[in-house]
């Protein structure tokens, strides 16, 4: 039997006394919006590797309690590769539900981290002081970097209390057709169901294991026993209708958002053009952030899934009329 690396995640904020050092720190935060499924990770990575921008890796969630520690000692990479043998050693190489890579310093939503301190996936009143917090430390150990790059697509929708609190905040939108964004959502959930989800449950997991999560364990639970019993083809049509709506109601919140947001606040870019160019878009996302921009190109590996599912054959137009209707 393989022994488990033990990861040594923070139980404590090691952090606290280092804290007061980094308050006067300015957040300048950009944030990436758009619909799950979208194409966010791999926008995020583009502009990570494009800009001096801190950034939230999965080493920066899963040890944020140790972040200035680790800083000041210099023992992040000693996290790090404790983090990725921890990964192999659990035999998690990619997210599961996508194929997208997983290591230490793989890019990751803020939202599991707000949920953790927070309960809420979504920036708010309660979590406002964390976000600073969170900013503010990615900027302290994260050197020569000019502003914040946050990703979350729960907060899509939320941009106008966004910028209550951060009024110099910017907005890089990314849209992709209403039927991939479908299609990518339908085959991450029937992935979903395929078998244990252990990198999902080391992000929701607060230090108290299953108990964090349990009443989304046990709905997984009963998701995975119905499509054992009827099949992936019976369950991603049962599953379909359901996304449809609720791709239909984020595509309508996306664009009334973008288009109440001031001019000089955000862009928008299309995932075809980012996949087609990725360096030609992130030339255009450097006037909207005002900072320099490295051509990385040669860093960016483009991974995407283009196989409609059966389920989706000839659903397009049923699809479009939700998104019309959704939008009346």
């Not at 520690?69 to 023992?75: A, F, L, M, Q």
Request: proline share 4%.
């Amino acid at each position: 039997m393989t022994c488990i690396t033990e990861p040594n995640f923070p139980s404590t904020n090691e952090d606290a006394s280092q804290l007061e050092a980094i308050r006067a720190l300015p957040v300048r935060p950009v944030f990436i919006m758009g619909l799950h499924r979208s194409g966010t990770t791999f926008l995020y990575d583009c502009i990570a590797k494009s800009f001096p921008v801190a950034h939230l890796s999965l080493y920066h969630l899963l040890y944020f309690d140790r972040l200035l520690v680790n800083k000041e000692r210099g023992s992040e990479q000693q996290d790090r590769d404790l983090l990725n043998r921890y990964f192999a050693d659990k035999g998690i190489s990619d997210r599961n539900i996508d194929g997208t890579h997983i290591n230490a310093d793989a890019v990751e939503e803020y939202g599991f981290l707000l949920r953790k301190k927070s309960g809420s996936f979504k920036l708010n009143d309660h979590n406002a002081d964390f976000f600073a917090l969170l900013c503010q430390k990615l900027l302290a150990v994260q050197d020569e970097t000019m502003a914040v790059l946050m990703k979350n697509p729960w907060d899509t929708g939320n941009a106008k209390r966004i910028l209550s609190y951060y009024p110099d905040a910017r907005f890089i939108y990314i849209s992709r057709e209403p039927i991939a964004v479908l299609n990518s959502m339908l085959n991450a959930f029937l992935s979903y169901l395929e078998g244990p989800q252990d990198y999902l449950e080391i992000l929701l997991n607060d230090g108290n294991g299953r108990s964090s999560y349990r009443s989304g364990y046990i709905l997984w639970m009963a998701l995975r026993g119905l499509r054992k019993l009827v099949g992936p083809k019976i369950t991603a049509r049962l599953a379909r209708g359901l996304l449809a709506k609720n791709v239909a109601h984020q595509v309508t919140v996306y664009r009334q958002e973008l288009r109440d947001l001031p001019a000089n606040r955000a862009i928008e870019v299309e995932y075809s053009a980012l996949i087609d160019n990725p360096s030609a878009v992130m030339k255009t996302i450097a006037s909207l952030v005002n900072l320099p921009h490295s051509d990385s190109e040669q860093n960016i590996k483009v991974t995407q899934r283009s196989n409609l599912n059966p389920a989706l054959m000839n659903y397009e137009e049923k699809l479009n009329q939700l998104v019309d209707t959704a939008a009346s």
